[in-house]
């Protein structure tokens, strides 16, 4: 078995003893081959999220170079996630503003034909189009929308090779033309078409860790959660922190930080790893999924609400849920997105 390291936990087939162990016997270490520190424990974990002298870009490198010059440059530059300092807060509002204002019935209407592909088009898909119908496009644009979200997935990825940043400008400068009318304010463009990247691999991940977890359920236990929105929420939230599509972000020291027993150095790097602070008996159940601080996660409940409409839209096409397969992970560093199929045999 490939021995765990905090890059490839995100994607082996049971990671969570791993990051128990390390939540309370490894809380924050420097790890010399990865070189950079790691965060492992609710407190640090919280810690580090919680000092703006951890920054979420390198200083002096706001963007990385293999972007810089390209529409995926420009979008990079302007996006609230990547934004650190004084402009960050204005940016978060106005994110907030967009998604406080849409209208989340309007997510139905977005939902893919859900005859041949229907447990791709849940993961990847619907998400995509559902953000696109709440920020108030029309179904003709909403269309399509996801291969757009895919490409700018793919080139802000961690690690993303360079030949990603071509088709991901081509994305960004379709999205801007697509979003031109209804935002005619630059910034408010880019956060709009910042949160289809935002959404794309991680509630691609919930919805494929929801449905997997059905799977393997008892068919009572399952039937009986799927029938109550409610009960299906929770169980969607309890997924979030015991099998989170995102299990680790990246801070970088601004200046010299004294940290627990450490000497964080200007410019070093800290992995944070919030799927093991989900597991720490120390944070008494608190999730970290969606981050902590001022960088949290603005949509979090929206992301329940999408992954349980998709969950719902596929048992009312008749789906026996008991029939769906994980086959391992797609490649990533930080995400957890399961590979589903249905069984051929059963
Ligand atoms: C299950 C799905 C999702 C997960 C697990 C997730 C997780 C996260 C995490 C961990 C962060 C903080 C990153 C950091 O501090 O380094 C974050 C930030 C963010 N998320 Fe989500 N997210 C999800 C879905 C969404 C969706 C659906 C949207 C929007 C429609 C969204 C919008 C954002 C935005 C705008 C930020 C940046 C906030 C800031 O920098 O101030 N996320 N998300």
């Known amino acids: 078995m490939e021995q765990l390291t905090p890059l490839n936990a995100?994607?082996?087939?049971?990671?969570?003893?791993?990051y128990s162990r390390l939540a309370v016997e490894q809380p924050f270490v420097f790890d010399g081959q990865l070189n950079c520190w790691i965060a492992a424990s609710a407190d640090t974990?919280?810690?580090?999220?919680?000092?703006?002298?951890?920054?979420?870009?390198?200083?002096?490198?706001?963007?990385?170079?293999?972007?810089?010059?390209?529409?995926?440059?420009?979008?990079?530059?302007?996006?609230?996630?990547?934004?650190?300092?004084?402009?960050h807060a204005p940016r978060r509002h106005e994110v907030e503003q967009l998604i406080e204002a849409a209208n989340v019935g309007a997510m139905v209407t977005a939902l893919p034909d859900l005859g041949?592909?229907?447990?791709?088009?849940?993961?990847?898909?619907?998400?995509?189009?559902?953000?696109?119908?709440?920020?108030?496009?029309?179904?003709?644009?909403?269309?399509?929308i996801e291969t757009y979200a895919r490409a700018l997935a793919r080139a802000i990825a961690p690690g993303a090779s360079p030949e990603t940043v071509a088709p991901a400008s081509r994305?960004?400068?379709?999205?801007?033309?697509?979003?031109?009318?209804?935002?005619?304010?630059?910034?408010?463009?880019?956060?709009?078409?910042?949160?289809?990247?935002?959404?794309?691999d991680g509630t691609a991940g919930l919805i494929g860790n929801v449905?997997?977890?059905?799977?393997?359920?008892?068919?009572?236990?399952?039937?009986?959660?799927?029938?109550?929105?409610?009960?299906?929420?929770?169980?969607?939230a309890e997924v979030v922190r015991l099998d989170p599509p995102v299990h680790n972000t990246r801070r970088f020291a601004a200046i010299e930080i004294p940290f627990d027993d450490a000497l964080v150095r200007e410019n070093e790097s800290v992995l944070v790893l919030l799927a093991a602070a989900n597991y720490?008996?120390?944070?008494?159940?608190?999730?970290?999924?969606?981050?902590?601080?001022?960088?949290?996660?603005?949509a979090a409940r929206l992301a329940i609400t999408i992954a349980s409409v998709?969950?719902?839209?596929?048992?009312?096409?008749?789906?026996?849920?008991?029939?769906?397969?994980?086959?391992?992970?797609?490649?990533?560093?930080?995400?957890?997105?399961p590979r589903l199929s249905y069984a051929r045999l059963r």
């Open 116 to 144: 041949t592909e229907p447990l791709d088009a849940l993961m990847f898909t619907f998400p995509s189009r559902a953000i696109a119908a709440l920020l108030g496009l029309a179904p003709p644009t909403v269309n399509g």
């Open 45 to 87: 974990v919280d810690a580090v999220l919680g000092n703006a002298a951890f920054r979420v870009r390198p200083i002096d490198d706001a963007v990385p170079s293999q972007m810089r010059g390209s529409a995926l440059g420009e979008l990079f530059a302007h996006m609230v996630r990547m934004t650190d300092g004084p402009a």
């Open 10 to 18: 995100p994607t082996a087939e049971d990671p969570y003893p791993y």
């Open 280 to 298: 720490d008996p120390a944070a008494a159940a608190r999730t970290f999924t969606f981050g902590a601080g001022i960088h949290a996660c603005i």
């Open 310 to 337: 998709a969950v719902k839209a596929l048992v009312d096409t008749g789906a026996d849920l008991a029939t769906i397969e994980r086959n391992g992970f797609y490649p990533a560093l930080n995400v957890r997105v």
């Open 171 to 200: 994305a960004v400068e379709a999205l801007s033309a697509v979003f031109a009318a209804r935002f005619p304010n630059e910034q408010q463009r880019y956060g709009a078409i910042g949160l289809l990247f935002q959404a794309y």
């Open 211 to 236: 449905l997997y977890h059905l799977a393997i359920a008892q068919p009572e236990i399952t039937r009986r959660i799927i029938q109550d929105a409610p009960t299906l929420a929770g169980f969607v």
